[in-house]
């Protein structure tokens, strides 16, 4: 595992008189491998944010969810993770194919408290898994090369409601499309699979009605 810290860290590092705390902290709690309570914290997580880097040098910051649980703990090195339909943009998924090195950050809002990991992933759409995640089009497994804690001190505290109706569950009928599949101006640009959802849904919207849905909590 390398250093964490470059010449821009050591730079503010320098001026705040943090260099010895920053090391200590470093020292402390960033490990090569996934420890037993990292694990089940993991794996208890039904969402998660993850950056990327596109072609152009941008980050790309996305959240991911599914049912409680969606992120698997292979072995202390390995994660894995599904990756569900989308809008067909495939940024972040898209990204990793170019640029392999990502981020992760779990939250728990309830009871405030992070958890930050580094590694290498790779996509296999004939992933071995991949029928064990229900509804997952591809699969990211992810090989840890750094995991780490963060001060909790800032997170809001939030509860919990509900379990997205559109996640993925055992036990649970196919979840319902999404209402921008609906929309007008997009029709003509669905893949095949996709073509009668509309009418299925009770016929198309404009971008103006989509957008009041939104705002509703109904995308």
Known sequence: ?????????RALQQSFDTVQ????????????E??????????????????TVDHRGYPTCS????????????DSSTL???????????LSMGNITANNKIGMLFIDFENPH?????GIASIEQNDTLLESFLGAELLVRVTVTEI??????YIHQYHRLNTSKYAPQ??????????WKRIDAIQDALPAAAKNIAEQMGGTITPEQYGELLMQGQG
């Open 34 to 51: 996934i420890p037993e309570p990292h694990q089940s914290f993991i794996e208890s997580r039904d969402m998660f944010f993850l950056t």
């Open 1 to 9: 595992m390398s250093n964490i810290y470059g010449e821009q860290h």
């Open 80 to 90: 894995i993770f599904p990756s569900y339909d989308g809008n067909g943009m495939f």
């Open 148 to 153: 780490f804690v963060n001060c909790p001190r």
């Open 63 to 74: 959240y991911k969810g599914g049912a409680p649980g969606f992120v698997k703990v292979l």
């Open 21 to 32: 705390l920053a090391d200590r902290v470093q020292e402390l709690i960033v490990l090569p």
């Open 170 to 179: 055992p036990g649970c009928e196919t979840p319902p499309q999404p209402q």
């Open 114 to 118: 992070r958890l930050r990991v580094h």
